[in-house]
């Protein structure tokens, strides 16, 4: 019975080792592929992922591409204490590319209301033509290098604009405009600049163009219908000159004051109207003095120092009483003669075709046709691209600083010329005019007195 065990255990370990002989045998003639060493199975619960990323093949280099260079430059600027502004240029260089790419930002940051401003907002494009004629000098001059160039100046040119402490900069990339001379900057200064700059006029850097200018006078008041004449007046942002009656001040006190917040001024026109050619010293001195005090009792500030005599009327005992006193005299070329004829026609016919840059409308706010006629003029008047402006701000372009003694009237067309305006189916009236020193209508002829200052002007020109 033992023997029989012992053969047993010696036919099992011959199948054992059988098997194992067939399991490690090379019968392919491939090399045995090692068992691999793995830590205990149970500290990985998915040992067939474990066994499958342990014989993942080696990854293949790949080589890291060349990321390129970029060179910037940066300017800031902050002007009129509101507006920043920003400018980046530069190039990219990468061995992909044939050349550099130019880059190129810019804008301008209003810092009240924290927008970015449109070009549109910076320049005028219906005025461009006046920018590109700019640009094109300020590039003679600042960068002659660029002159072959200016043929092929367009807007595109003034893509990147940046406000400067002492103009608008503007910059030009190669790939906008100057392909061989790489970035080009100039400088625009701010003196040189027109409309074509739109906050030039606003931030004070430019003055403002300047339109023609009118000045209408109204004496006589003030009166009811003088507070109907500001109200049309300010429809336009219109101002005028009130010579006032000082005896009429204190019947309408408000009129007067909201006149001066307006932006018109309030002269005198003597206190009651005497002929100051019929008076003494101390009675044209007591005339004017008094008007004045009670314009500034109403309207809280002395008045220019000008005044219009009753009639227009002066003589060397006026000249130099008003000399005395400091006051200059305003007189007038252009008079519609609205206290003859009553007519709103009549008076709008003769202001529309007489009037001229620098001219000085007499006119009178105590009659109802005058108001009438001025419900036409004053619209029509800034049509026509005049500014309505007091006569006091009129002198002062035309002639300076007022000068006491001196009489002030204005520019006139000549004797019988018109200034060509189409009264589009106005009167049938003729063209009368007034020569300075009478009104003539083809009929009669009116005197209106002297004047020294501005008729050396009579036939136009600038004194």
Not at 68 to 82: I, K, P, W
Not at 252 to 269: C, K, Q
Not at 346 to 367: C, E, F, K, P, V
Not at 409 to 433: F, I
Request: glycine share 8%.
């Amino acid at each position: 019975m033992r023997n029989k065990f012992f053969w047993l255990g010696v036919l099992a370990l011959a199948i054992v080792a059988g098997i194992i002989s067939c399991v490690s045998s090379d019968t392919t003639g491939q090399a045995d592929i090692p068992a691999p060493i793995l830590p205990d199975i149970y500290d990985y619960p998915d040992y067939d992922y474990l066994y499958e990323y342990e014989y993942q093949p080696e990854p293949i280099p790949v080589e890291t591409p060349d990321p390129g260079q970029l060179d910037l430059h940066t300017d800031t600027t902050f002007v009129a204490g509101r507006y920043a502004g920003f400018l980046t240029w530069g190039h990219f260089h990468h061995p992909a590319v044939a050349g550099p790419v130019a880059i190129i930002e810019s804008s301008v940051l209003d810092t009240y209301t924290g927008d970015i401003l449109d070009i549109a907002q910076i320049l005028d494009y219906e005025n461009i033509d006046k920018a590109l004629t700019l640009l094109a000098g300020a590039i003679l001059t600042q960068a002659p290098e660029a002159a072959p160039y200016l043929d092929e100046i367009d807007s595109t040119w003034l893509t990147h604009i940046v406000m400067d402490n002492d103009g608008l900069r503007i910059l030009l990339a190669p790939d906008i405009a100057l392909w061989d001379l790489g970035f080009v900057s100039v400088l625009i200064s701010y003196e040189d600049l027109d409309e074509s700059f739109l906050l030039g006029v606003e931030l004070g850097l430019v003055e403002p163009p300047r339109r023609p200018m009118v000045a209408l006078t109204f004496d006589d008041g003030p009166a009811v219908y003088t507070a109907m004449i500001l109200d049309m007046l300010e429809a336009v942002g219109g101002r005028a000159t009130f010579c006032v009656l000082g005896n009429r001040v204190h019947h309408h006190p408000d009129t007067l004051r909201r006149a001066v917040a307006l932006g018109s001024e309030v002269v005198g026109h003597s206190w009651n109207h005497q002929d100051f050619s019929r008076l003494n010293a101390n009675a044209i001195t007591y005339q004017i003095t008094r008007t004045s005090a009670a314009i500034e009792e109403v309207t809280g500030q002395p008045p220019p120092p000008i005044f219009r005599a009753p009639f227009g009327i002066t003589n060397s005992r006026v000249i130099n009483t008003s000399r005395d006193l400091g006051y200059s005299l305003l007189h007038w070329s252009i008079d519609p003669q609205d206290w003859a004829h009553r007519c709103p026609d009549w008076i709008y016919d003769n202001i529309m075709t007489r009037s001229i840059d620098g001219a000085i409308i007499l006119l009178h706010d105590i009659h109802t046709t005058t108001m009438e006629a001025m419900e036409r003029v004053i619209p029509r008047l800034v049509a026509e691209g005049f500014q309505l402006v007091t006569a006091s701000e009129l002198i002062a372009y035309f002639y300076g600083e007022l000068e006491p003694g001196e009489i002030y009237q204005g520019l006139r067309l000549p004797w019988g010329e018109t200034n060509g305006v189409s009264l589009n189916g106005g009167s049938s009236m003729g063209a009368p005019y007034y020569d300075g020193m009478q009104y003539h209508d083809g009929e009669s002829a009116y005197d209106h007195g002297t004047s020294s200052r501005g008729h050396e002007s009579s036939w136009g020109e600038t004194p």
